[in-house]
């Protein structure tokens, strides 16, 4: 449940304040400055040896605040540090971007140099070359900024007692963005060791607000120990309510499509009437559109740049610069721009798109305005009807400082595979005594020792008590009954294996002529503009001659030649593959049971545009609302098809898994069906037979097609063939090391060196299904690409609360995910023909209507 | 719950095989990836690479060994239901030399059970498996002649007029149209002068019939694959093979 945040600085307990030394005050003096009471409350808690959650919004001084105490304890050391050895490592930052570090190490430096502190700041990225990454080990820097992954590289080496021995503070930043994933369990798991090698450590996590305070607090402290098993928690809520509007246009309201077209005039009005604008989109399809389309209008050539992660990073890093100096009125820019990079003063935020979750948005919105005390300033731009729906949700939520941020999950036990080799690689163990240390991290604080048991038996010989496996041990039990490497090639391995990120193969996409392409000669395919990358995942869903969105524009698949895949341009064809330039944020599920509320809820309509009042009014005349906690079922037929669209609000990704599930019913039932569409809120089948007719008589009833065992037997079943599954198997395997990960240059030796993952997986399934892979792989699959649990929790709350609408023609509701079979942006030839079939649709919908809503 | 839930999409029999025909001689490839000869009531298999899991092992590499018990569990099943006489194992039986010791005591005596089976047991020799297996029964051979037909592991050798060719060892798959998409799967290659078996063993994986080595093999026009589905054989034609020429 969302919580609310409080909407001033709250210390519990408080602790006397520290005096800051003469330098600091000089330092904050000179600057005309005081030091804020989070700032001053975070040097007291240091003091006192707490670790401490710092929840604040962007601009509070999070950064200072978190670095002040190592700071003034620095200043302190100086006079020691002449007469000893080097101090050693003092106090370690980690954030889970790179260019956050190395900005951060930046943003230090300079009150450091200011104050005239002797302090050494030092990075150590991927980034790092290798002469100062020897010398950082031989002698560390006072000030640490790093990533969880060359943390825990760092952590296996033989001789990580004495660089973190010393380390007396650690330092979180952009916590709640680290904690939900795999990165976060492997940093707990790191955490857990450090403070082995540091037992007095001082934690400290810097964090925007989040729903579950908590459970970040309790991440900061070591779990199953004596100590405090909690961080305090400092809050600092943003002082003034943000002023978020949603853009009001006198334009048709798009019936679907992700883009705001309609919208971008008075986008560039907004920007030309502010300082400095960001404007977020959610996909890299988007921000490349709007871009386009911004400059197309840009008659007075405002200085607006372009912002996301495939971008090439030089051209991201000057970006970045014009940005700081205040040389551009606009960046448009995907969630790249989350994570707290200092950019300046920013006068407002435009949302282009669906927020997709309330606390993200305020995360977004509190990326303008850098003095916390004045409002920050948004505007939401829905790019569709629904995505009205959606803001209005979304603006509520943020009214009521509701939050709905992930929960954090279990420990994954591929990543723990991956630390206990790490482990072993730096030093022998005891398996209780690393068992009591894993324990005490947060998100294995219920491990069990028997699931512990296995990951370290995995991680020996695989776990299958086989001779030959065991002569060829990766860990071996020494005779003192530690644990320990068995070779020192393994601690190579690992050092190439280490980290939770699984990058996807892509292959470049390149554009060939359609008759080019009809010669099918391989000379004649060469050449041909790049037109950017694609996951090869996607890839192989695609047969010659599909046609599939890219880069705005529909593209037929020709075929693959080598590392590239071939498109060519397609005036026809429906994209039958669901949306690939969709968000990649499913709709969270606190704003979907908001939007179902407001549907179901007539009264609330006053609040929103009239077309979308009146589209609504339409659909309740025509047809039903959906329920708040029921489902719609609507069937209908048009041209020589069947449709069946139901509107369960759960997600994109949630959907797909059950368009799978439910077709394969549909299938046994006889009804035809012969494809479907997934969108963020309703999901869309098609058939042959009558799929009304086969509801009403009974031969296809509805409270039998949603039951809940479609997630036994059907899923089961489905899981054999599941890409997506074996995907997520994929990546469970390379993070535990049972695969390798394939590394620039040695493709070639390696592909024959390695069993395809998807051949481990149906063996695997077949004779060990409670394998800890298989285990992982399901954990992953609740969440991740399948989102089933989130099926789960849909499945049970309708049970016996199924609408069926049988109607004669499309529904106004149904028009938007009718649309996106016909898929969403069109350039190019096709663009007419979709908008006329946009018109036929929305004029059947609203037949007979005396207010037509166009 | 009503009948048309638990019914499942069962495939239909002859579905399940494709018929090949070579040099005139009718053959029925099953889409676990063995081939039938039903006038000589004779079951081929090839790239059974036995024993590759705990072959990664010197590498340290512990991959789940279930791959030999996996691939003796299908053919025992094949050959529950062809009930063949003579069983040929193409080549690359197992994955290396030393294999033949790794096997579990159970996995021996479910091989050794399965070769007596049958009157004739055949095995011949690849490129992982020169030597003849030790501790198994069945003979060995470099290269079987049986009518027109001639059975080696490496496609490509000497043929005599009216000969046809079976052979293994390329492990042919083709990425082929299906429901919804595409699907890589194992495949028969064939063009009524030679037929290429996909690999029958759980870890031996597939190369496409896009690579190289099969060009200089097919007739590039009366090229078919009979490719393995989950529920039943498709037999395409070259054209509908990515990368086919």
């Known amino acids: 449940m969302p919580t609310r945040a409080r909407c001033f600085l709250n210390v519990q307990p408080t602790l006397p304040v520290p005096d800051l030394p003469p330098a600091f005050t000089a330092w904050f003096d000179g600057k005309g400055w005081a030091p804020r009471q989070h700032q001053l409350a975070l040097l007291a808690r240091a003091d006192a040896k707490r670790d401490t959650l710092l929840i604040a919004p962007t601009g509070a001084g999070k950064t200072l605040a978190g670095f002040l105490p190592s700071l003034v304890d620095l200043a302190g050391r100086k006079t020691v540090r002449r007469t000893n050895r080097p101090g050693g490592l003092h106090t370690l930052y980690i954030s889970p971007l790179k260019a956050l570090a190395v900005d951060v190490a930046r943003n230090l430096t300079t009150p450091a140099e200011e104050m005239g502190l002797p302090i050494r700041i030092e990075t150590r990225t991927g980034d790092t070359p290798a002469a100062r990454r020897q010398r950082q080990k031989r002698n560390p820097p006072d000030i640490l900024l790093t990533t969880p992954e060359q943390l825990a590289l760092l952590l296996s080496h033989v001789d990580a007692d004495r660089m973190f021995g010393g380390v007396k503070r650690v330092i979180f930043d952009e916590l709640h963005a680290l904690v939900t994933s795999k990165r976060g369990d492997l940093l707990a798991l790191g955490l857990a060791r450090l403070r082995k090698h540091a037992p007095d450590l001082v934690t400290t996590g810097l964090s925007a607000t989040v729903a579950d305070p908590d459970a970040l607090a309790g991440w900061l402290a070591p779990q199953n120990t004596e100590n405090s098993d909690r961080a305090d928690i400092v809050t600092v809520a943003g002082g003034a309510q943000p002023d978020i509007s949603i853009l009001e246009s006198e334009e048709r309201l798009p019936w679907a499509g992700h883009m705001a077209r309609y919208a971008f005039p008075q986008v560039l009005e907004a920007i030309a009437a502010h300082g400095t604008t960001l404007v977020f989109v959610n996909t890299r399809a988007q921000a490349e559109l709007v871009f386009r389309e911004l400059w197309a209008i840009n008659e007075d050539s405002l200085p607006i740049a372009l912002h996301h992660g495939s971008l090439d990073v030089g051209q991201r890093r000057k970006v970045e610069e014009a940005m700081a100096k205040n040389a551009l009125r606009a960046v448009v820019a995907t969630s790249t721009l989350d994570l707290g990079i200092d950019w300046g003063d920013v006068d407002l935020v435009v949302h282009v798109g669906a927020p997709k979750g309330a606390s993200r948005l305020a995360q977004r919105i509190g990326r303008s305005n850098h003095r916390m005390d004045e409002p920050s300033k948004a505007i939401l731009v829905p790019a569709n009807r629904f995505e009205v729906l959606e803001c209005r949700a979304a603006l509520n939520a943020n009214y009521d400082r509701a939050q709905d941020t992930p929960p954090i999950r279990d420990g994954a036990l591929d990543v723990l595979a991956q630390h206990v080799l790490g482990m072993a690689c730096s030093d022998a163990f005891a398996v209780d005594d690393l068992y009591d240390e894993v324990r005490s991290a947060y998100p294995y604080r219920l491990l069990t020792a028997e699931s512990f048991d296995r990951v370290v038996q995995f991680v020996a010989t695989g776990g299958y008590a086989l001779k030959t496996y065991e002569r060829y041990a990766r860990i071996r039990q020494r005779k003192d009954g530690l644990w320990r490497v068995a070779n020192p090639d393994v601690a190579q391995q690992y050092r190439l294996n280490v980290g939770t990120i699984i990058e996807m193969p892509v292959l470049t996409v390149r554009l060939v002529s359609a008759k080019q392409a009809a010669q099918r000669s391989s000379n004649a395919l060469r050449g041909g503009r790049i037109l950017g990358q694609v996951e090869e995942y996607f890839l192989e869903t695609l047969v010659p001659g599909d046609s599939f969105l890219f880069g705005g524009e529909v593209v037929k698949f020709e075929g693959i030649r080598e590392q590239d895949a071939l498109v060519s341009r397609t005036e026809s064809g429906e994209p039958k593959i669901p949306s690939y330039a969709g968000g990649k944020f499913p709709l969270s599920t606190y704003l979907a049971d908001e939007v179902r509320r407001m549907l179901s809820s007539p009264d609330s309509w006053d609040d929103l545009p009239t077309q979308v009042g009146d589209w609504l009014r339409m659909q309740r005349d025509k047809s039903a609302l959906p329920g708040r906690d029921g489902l719609l079922v609507e069937t209908f037929p048009r041209g020589n098809r069947h449709y069946m669209i139901c509107y369960p609000f759960e997600g994109r990704l949630a959907h797909q898994t059950l368009g799978m599930l439910l077709t394969r019913r549909m299938e046994r039932a006889r009804a035809k069906p012969l494809g479907f569409v997934a969108t963020d809120y309703a999901l869309g089948v098609w058939g042959l037979a009558d799929f009304g007719r086969k509801i009403s008589d009974g031969s296809m009833p509805l409270d039998e097609l949603f039951a809940q065992s479609m997630l036994g037997d059907d899923l089961e079943e489905w899981m054999g063939e599941s890409y997506l599954l074996k995907r997520t198997f994929r990546a469970c395997a390379l993070i535990s090391g049972l695969i390798e990960r394939r590394h620039p240059g040695q493709e070639k030796s390696g592909r024959q060196m390695t069993v395809s993952s998807d051949l ?80 036929s649709l929305i004029e059947e919908a609203m037949v007979g209507s005396t207010t037509p809503s166009k | 719950m009503s009948a048309w839930l638990s019914q499942s999409v069962s495939a239909r029999d002859e579905e399940t095989s494709a018929p090949i025909c070579l040099v005139g001689e009718a053959m029925v490839a099953d889409k676990c990836g063995a081939l039938y000869w039903p006038d000589e009531s004779m079951l081929v298999v090839a790239d059974l690479h036995l024993e590759k899991g705990s072959s990664f092992a010197r590498f340290r590499n512990h991959l789940p060994p279930y791959d030999t018990a996996a691939t003796l569990r299908q053919l025992s099943l094949l050959m529950d239901t062809y009930q063949p006489k003579r069983v040929i194992a193409l080549g690359d039986s197992v994955h290396d030399r030393s294999a033949w010791e790794r096997f579990s005591d159970t996995d021996r005596a479910t091989l050794s059970d399965l070769c007596n089976r049958v009157d004739d047991w055949i095995w011949i020799a690849g490129n992982h498996d020169p030597e003849p297996p030790v501790g198994v029964p069945g003979r060995s051979a470099q290269e079987l002649a049986i009518g027109s037909l001639v059975f080696r592991h490496e496609p490509g050798g000497d043929l005599t007029n009216g000969q046809a060719e079976v052979a293994g060892h390329l492990h042919p798959a083709a990425r082929v149209i299906g429901k919804g998409g595409s699907a890589r799967r194992p495949a028969f290659a064939h063009d009524g002068q030679r037929l290429i078996l996909p690999a029958f063993g759980a870890y031996a994986g597939g190369l496409c019939l896009s690579a190289e080595p099969f060009r200089a093999l097919f007739k590039k026009s009366a090229m078919r694959a009979s490719v393995c589905g989950r529920t039943r054989m498709f037999t395409v034609p070259g054209n509908r093979i990515l990368g086919w020429r």
Request: no cysteine; proline share 5%.
């Open chain 1, 760 to 839: 481990i997986y149906d063996v695997l399934r077949q004779h060990e299904p409670d394998h800890i892979l298989m285990q992982s792989t399901w954990a992953d699959a609740a969440s991740g690409l399948l989102d089933i649990a989130r099926i789960g929790s849909m499945l049970a709350r309708i049970e016996d609360r199924i609408t069926h609408q049988r109607l004669e023609r499309i529904s106004p509701l149904a028009v938007p995910i009718m649309l996106e079979i016909g898929k969403e942006p069109v350039f190019g030839e096709a663009r007419d023909q979709v908008l006329e079939d946009a018109e």
